[in-house]
């Protein structure tokens, strides 16, 4: 397919954006050596702070047998270093260099774990440590890495001899001293915010003059300045991204407590706006939804993060900086998205789902998002970026964003929807709803897509209706050829059956069961696969409205609550 103008320009802009960057970053670090970023060894560590993530001793335990289960993958070392294999597997390098594995030795709670934790922090000291420039040193993984060894420091450093103790700390100060480095040169987004905390860490678990904990709080402050919007959102639009910040800063802030050090003066508001954005986008079942890059959360690291939420209150209605909607009567939920993608490298993690939706009731899911793989694997992510992976509609099987192929500017929006326009159709007493257009299609196609969607002040029914409209916002022409296809993709857990009548049945494994009927359309049930599952990808059914745009240029549906779920016992 041929690039737009509109395209093409912006695409020329994002191209020199990224070349003045990459200068400016070449310029400001210079030459990468470890000789260069060498300084004063700090005596000791100050503190050592908490980790909020889960683990579990049985893992430990398989590690040191030398079998490494991460990012989906086991990989059985055979007594080898797994830091001087040959590992292709870029998502398992990611978990096994940024030493997250490492609370799991502590889980374990015996000297074994402890001794096999240093003999591993000593071997990767003594093949990656002094490298500076390979994998292992992108920031995202430094910055991990740091927060996970200060953290477990006191496992890994008891019943340590001198010389350990020296070159575990040197290393810390060699990584800390080059990722202050190049946290200047990092674009806004998540991986500078994530540098800036683990620096804000390291000026409190590291002996540092006043004036090096100040200018980390400033930088940190900065971060909350230009990234957590005012209603809280991410400017990513990625709500895993509230919970793995927040899973960083809630131990920060208690390390500033505990050291007696002043916070950064944004981080008390911006961390309560943090949770905030974080109940908005939790279902009844209090799972996370699946919009723009969001993927499956145990319940235990969401219950983790969420017991330290000091502030009250019902979720918002809307998020209107993050642009996302919330519907909630009792205990149905219906959110959804109704903005544009963020610009430049914090779109990388954007998905072309503008307008889709997502429905629950109680403790079941009923319509989602595929979400994004847990695991990274490389076809699933591009697979669960297109359009087709989300509760909305597609024109003539093209996603709504275009996305880089350029491995020089990365998985960022180059084009699509650039425009959408929202309107409240709240009525008190009656329904919650919203319309909201966008213009996707517009540049390709020359049409425009328009949602409107209402939940009942019964809790009871959701409606829906889909416009193709033409750019004048008038029906398209009788004769336009594009084909569409609204698509309801059901939760995995959900069982769906075809009723006499034509309608889809979905029912739950509680017996609440809810109906889906469409008007002069037959619902279409298909396979499907839902992305975002803690096991890995999964076999699921879609629900899909096939119409053709000239001749239907709109479409209605329902979903109707016809029973409801058992008492519990």
């Given at each position: 397919m041929a690039i737009s103008?509109?395209?093409?320009?912006?695409?020329?802009?994002?191209?020199?954006?990224?070349?003045?960057?990459?200068?400016?970053?070449?310029?400001?670090?210079?030459?990468?050596?470890?000789?260069?970023?060498?300084?004063?060894?700090?005596?000791?560590?100050?503190?050592?702070?908490?980790?909020?993530?889960?683990?579990?001793?049985?893992?430990?335990?398989?590690?040191?047998?030398?079998?490494?289960?991460?990012a989906g993958r086991m990989i059985d070392t055979g007594g080898e270093s797994p830091f001087q294999m040959d590992i292709q597997d870029q998502a398992f390098l990611r978990s096994l260099h940024s030493f997250?594995?490492?609370?799991?030795?502590?889980?374990?709670?015996?000297?074994?774990?402890?001794?096999?934790?240093?003999?591993?922090?000593?071997?990767?000291?003594?093949?990656?440590?002094?490298?500076?420039?390979?994998?292992?040193?992108?920031?995202?993984?430094?910055?991990?890495?740091?927060i996970a060894w200060f953290s477990h420091s006191p496992i890994v450093l008891r019943g340590a001899d001198h010389g350990f103790y020296r070159r575990f700390l040197r290393s810390i100060a060699l990584q800390t001293r080059y990722l202050r480095r190049v946290s200047a040169s990092l674009p806004i987004g998540s991986t500078r915010f994530q540098?800036?905390?683990?620096?804000?860490?390291?000026s409190l678990c590291l002996p540092a003059s006043q004036g090096t904990i100040r200018a980390a709080a400033r930088n940190l402050d900065h971060e909350f300045d230009q990234q957590i919007l005012a209603d809280g959102?991410?400017?990513?639009?990625?709500?895993?991204?509230?919970?793995?910040?927040?899973t960083d800063l809630l131990p920060l802030r208690?390390?500033?407590?505990?050291?007696?050090?002043?916070?950064?003066?944004?981080?008390?508001?911006?961390?309560?706006?943090?949770?905030?954005?974080?109940?908005?986008?939790?279902?009844?079942?209090?799972?996370?939804?699946?919009?723009?890059?969001?993927?499956?959360?145990?319940?235990?690291?969401?219950?983790?993060?969420?017991?330290?939420?000091e502030t009250s209150?019902?979720?918002?209605?809307?998020?209107?900086?993050?642009?996302?909607?919330?519907?909630?009567?009792?205990?149905?939920?219906?959110?959804?998205?109704?903005?544009?993608?963020?610009?430049?490298?914090?779109?990388?993690?954007?998905?072309?789902?503008?307008?889709?939706?997502?429905?629950?009731?109680?403790?079941?899911?009923?319509?989602?998002?595929?979400?994004?793989?847990?695991?990274?694997?490389?076809?699933?992510?591009?697979?669960?970026?297109?359009?087709a992976a989300h509760s909305t509609v597609v024109l003539n099987d093209t996603s709504s964003l275009r996305f880089s192929q350029s491995s020089y500017l990365g998985p960022i929006v180059t084009g699509g929807v650039s425009k959408v326009d929202v309107e409240s159709l709240d009525e008190a007493g009656k329904h919650q709803g919203f319309?909201?257009?966008?213009?996707?299609?517009?540049?390709?196609?020359k049409l425009l897509h328009r949602r409107k969607i209402?939940?009942?002040?019964?809790?009871?029914?959701?409606?829906?209706?889909?416009?193709?409209?033409?750019?004048?916002?008038?029906?398209?022409?009788?004769?336009?050829?594009?084909v569409a296809v609204a698509r309801f993709h059901v939760h995995p857990s959900i069982v769906v059956n075809r009723d006499e009548d034509g309608a889809v049945s979905l029912t739950a494994a509680d017996g609440e069961n809810w109906r889906f009927l469409a008007r002069d359309l037959t619902p279409e049930i298909e396979e499907d696969v839902h992305f975002a599952d803690l096991a890995g990808a999964r076999a699921s059914k879609q629900i899909a409205l096939t119409f053709k745009v000239g001749e239907t240029p709109e479409i209605a549906w329902k979903l109707v609550r016809t029973v409801l779920p058992r008492a519990r016992d």
């Open positions: 103008i509109p395209d093409l320009h912006r695409l020329s802009l994002l191209y020199g954006v990224e070349f003045w960057r990459r200068f400016n970053r070449c310029a400001a670090i210079g030459r990468i050596s470890a000789l260069r970023f060498a300084g004063a060894m700090p005596d000791r560590l100050v503190v050592a702070p908490i980790d909020l993530r889960m683990a579990d001793a049985h893992i430990a335990a398989e590690i040191y047998a030398g079998r490494f289960a991460m997250g594995w490492l609370r799991h030795m502590r889980a374990a709670d015996h000297e074994l774990a402890f001794a096999n934790a240093r003999a591993l922090v000593d071997d990767w000291i003594s093949v990656e440590g002094r490298r500076l420039n390979g994998f292992s040193y992108r920031p995202e993984i430094v910055a991990t890495r740091l540098t800036r905390i683990a620096l804000a860490m390291a959102g991410h400017i990513s639009r990625n709500p895993m991204v509230l919970i793995e910040l927040l208690q390390t500033y407590v505990n050291t007696g050090q002043n916070p950064p003066r944004n981080m008390a508001a911006g961390m309560d706006r943090l949770f905030s954005a974080l109940r908005f986008f939790r279902h009844a079942s209090g799972e996370l939804a699946l919009f723009n890059g969001a993927s499956a959360v145990s319940a235990d690291r969401m219950l983790a993060v969420l017991r330290y939420d209150g019902a979720p918002f209605r809307e998020m209107p900086h993050s642009n996302y909607q919330r519907l909630s009567v009792g205990d149905v939920v219906v959110l959804a998205d109704t903005g544009a993608p963020p610009s430049g490298i914090a779109s990388e993690t954007a998905h072309a789902g503008c307008l889709s939706f997502e429905m629950s009731s109680g403790a079941n899911r009923y319509i989602v998002n595929a979400g994004a793989p847990v695991f990274r694997d490389p076809d699933h992510v591009e697979f669960s970026r297109m359009t319309s909201a257009t966008h213009n996707g299609y517009a540049t390709q196609m209402r939940l009942l002040a019964s809790g009871h029914e959701v409606q829906g209706r889909d416009y193709i409209l033409g750019p004048d916002g008038n029906a398209p022409s009788p004769d336009n050829p594009a």
